[in-house]
């Protein structure tokens, strides 16, 4: 199977909150990303987590890491349709290249 | 503090032809990777950069593909010739410790 899943697609409503998911295989990766891109544009570092942590919070985004899962989730707080992108999780294990999932494709109804 | 930079921002050529791409890192950043992004796929690796040295090019298609890296600031990305699947968003990213920027990409077309 792939290195890093993630759902395809997720639908909410403007101001509810969203969670995406992606679980990987890779039990020794030492930072965590979740990273966007808009149509047409490159990708915005959102935030990362390193392995040793399970939570991290800035503003309205909260990263919950489960080791023993190998689960990583990102939370988007009172979801605003400027958030609506396709956000990856992406992982590295020492010095080598980040590995990326496909993309959720996050849609946020107003 | 200015981003990563690439030009074109668009390329449409023919199968068989020659393109190339160019990338200017964040100032000061020593690492730098040309990713291929697949419509509907995560951008993956091509090539890695430190400063002027070769990291990993371990994914490039090094019968076609060529990058360098000279003076160890900016980068030039190449295909020649380029192929269908070629058809692509070429995107460059630079690094510092554990943050890696990306650049808007080149959206390439070979038709």
């Known amino acids: 199977g792939e290195d890093v899943e993630q759902s395809l697609f997720l639908s909410v409503r403007e101001g509810d909150s969203s969670v995406i998911n992606c679980t990987y295989t890779?039990?020794?990766?030492?930072?965590l990303y979740w990273y966007k891109q808009e149509p047409g544009a490159g990708l915005q570092l959102l935030t990362y987590?390193?392995?040793?942590?399970d939570m991290k919070q800035d503003q309205r985004l909260t990263v919950l890491l489960n080791k023993k899962d190998k689960h990583l989730s990102l939370r988007i707080a009172d979801t605003q349709t400027g958030d609506s992108a396709i956000y990856f999780c992406?992982?590295?294990?020492?010095?080598?290249?980040?590995?990326f999932g496909k993309g959720t494709r996050l849609s946020v109804i107003a | 503090e200015a981003g990563v930079a690439q030009s074109p921002r668009y390329k449409i050529i023919e199968k068989r032809q020659s393109v190339a791409f160019w990338c200017n890192p964040i100032?000061?950043?020593?690492?730098l990777y040309w990713y291929q992004q697949i419509l509907g796929q995560g951008p993956k690796l091509l090539i890695q950069?430190?400063?002027?040295?070769?990291?990993?090019d371990s994914q490039l298609p090094k019968d076609r593909f060529s990058a360098e890296r000279l003076k160890g600031v900016d980068s030039t990305l190449k295909i020649q010739p380029a192929k269908l699947e070629d058809s692509a968003v070429y995107l460059c990213?630079?690094?510092?410790?554990?943050?890696?920027?990306f650049g808007p990409g080149t959206r390439l077309t070979v038709t």
């Open positions: 990213a630079s690094s510092t410790n554990y943050e890696q920027y």
């Open positions: 890779d039990s020794s990766s030492t930072y």
């Open positions: 987590i390193f392995s040793n942590m």
């Open positions: 992406a992982l590295v294990k020492g010095n080598t290249p980040l590995v």
């Open positions: 100032s000061g950043h020593a690492t």
């Open positions: 950069f430190q400063n002027n040295g070769v990291v990993d």
